[in-house]
C-alpha cells in the first residue's frame, strides 16, 4: 500500500521481497497524472508488480504506459460494519465538515447554523493532524459520522489546482458519509467514473457554486427531515452493496482470476442482511 509515490522508496529497505512473494499487487491511493513525470523513476520501478490498482482512474493510463503492467482502478471504501451505526443515534451534528472547505461557504454557513441554534463541526487545524493511532481515529470518524445529518464532500484537492491542474476525481470521503448514515451535500464530479461509482441520484446533494445559494439549499434541506431520512437510507443501502473494502478485495482477486474467501462471502452475506433491515 503506497499513499504517496516518495514511499516507494521503502521498497529498497526490503531484501529479495519479490522473490519472496508468488503474486505481488501494488496499491496506490494518491498519485496524480500531473505529478507522475516528477516520479518516474520511482514509478518504474512498480514494473516488478504482478498488478497495480490506482485510486484515480484518470492515472491508470499513464501508470500502464510507464509500467508496462495491469493497472486498475480500485477507488475508496469504508469499513461499513465500522460505520454503519449498530443501533439508532441521535444525530446532533447538523453539518460536519473534514479537512479542505471552501472559504465562501464556510463563512456563510457558519452564521447561518449560529442563529439556528445548530451544531457546525469542521476542522480548525491549519495542518492536518498526525493520528497517534489510526484505530482509534478510524472509529472516531465513524462515530461522528454516525451523529451527523449532513457531511460535506468535495472534489479531491479542492482549493489545490497547483496540484491537481485540472485532474478531476474523488476521494474516500464520497463513501464515509454515507457509510455512516449522513446524508452527502457539497460537489462531485460530472464525469464517468462518478457516475458508474455512484449511479443513484441521491448519492450526493449537489449546492450551487454561489455560495449564499448553496447555504439556502443547506438550510431547506436541514428543514426537512424525512427527505434526509429518505436520502440516508438510500445511500446507506446502495453503499453496503458497492463501497465495503470487501468489494475492492473481490476486484483484485477477480483480476487473477481467484476464488473468494469463505470469510468474504460471509462478509457479504452480512452487509446483504444490513441493507435489507433499511428497506430502501
Known amino acids: ?151 460535506f464532500v468535495d472534489q479531491a484537492k479542492i482549493g489545490h489546482s497547483d496540484q491537481s491542474k485540472g485532474q478531476v476525481s474523488w476521494g474516500p470521503r464520497h463513501v464515509e458519509g454515507m457509510a455512516g448514515g449522513a446524508v452527502q451535500v457539497g460537489y462531485a464530479p460530472q464525469s464517468e467514473d462518478y457516475d458508474r461509482n455512484f449511479d443513484w441520484p441521491e448519492a450526493v446533494y449537489r449546492l450551487p457554486e454561489d455560495p449564499e445559494k448553496a447555504v439556502s439549499e443547506i438550510a431547506k434541506l436541514l428543514d426537512d427531515p424525512e427527505e434526509i431520512k429518505r436520502r440516508s437510507d438510500v445511500s446507506l443501502s446502495n453503499a453496503l452493496h458497492k463501497h465495503d473494502w470487501v468489494h475492492r478485495w473481490a476486484l483484485i482477486l477477480d483480476h487473477f482470476e481467484l476464488p473468494h474467501t469463505d470469510a468474504m462471502t460471509h462478509r457479504r452475506q452480512e452487509l446483504d442482511e444490513m441493507a435489507k433491515k433499511i428497506g430502501a
Do not use: M
Open 1 to 151: 500500500f503506497v499513499q504517496k509515490p516518495v514511499e516507494l522508496l521503502a521498497l529498497d529497505a526490503v531484501p529479495n521481497w519479490r522473490a519472496r512473494s508468488r503474486l505481488a499487487v501494488c496499491v496506490l491511493e494518491e498519485v496524480w497524472g500531473t505529478n507522475i513525470d516528477e516520479f518516474r523513476p520511482l514509478i518504474r520501478s512498480l514494473s516488478q508488480f504482478d498488478l497495480i490498482t490506482s485510486a484515480f482512474e484518470s492515472s491508470c493510463e499513464a501508470l500502464r504506459e510507464i509500467t508496462g503492467r495491469p493497472v486498475i482502478h480500485l477507488p475508496g471504501a469504508a469499513d461499513l460494519k465500522r460505520f454503519v451505526p449498530s443501533k439508532p443515534v441521535d444525530r446532533v451534528i447538523d453539518f460536519y465538515s473534514i479537512g479542505r472547505r471552501r472559504s465562501g461557504l464556510h463563512e456563510q454557513l457558519k452564521p447561518l447554523l449560529h442563529s439556528r441554534g445548530g451544531f457546525y463541526l469542521y476542522d480548525s487545524a491549519t495542518k492536518p493532524p498526525i493520528a497517534a493511532d489510526h484505530t482509534v481515529h478510524r472509529e472516531l470518524l465513524a462515530s461522528l459520522v454516525q451523529r451527523s445529518k449532513l457531511f
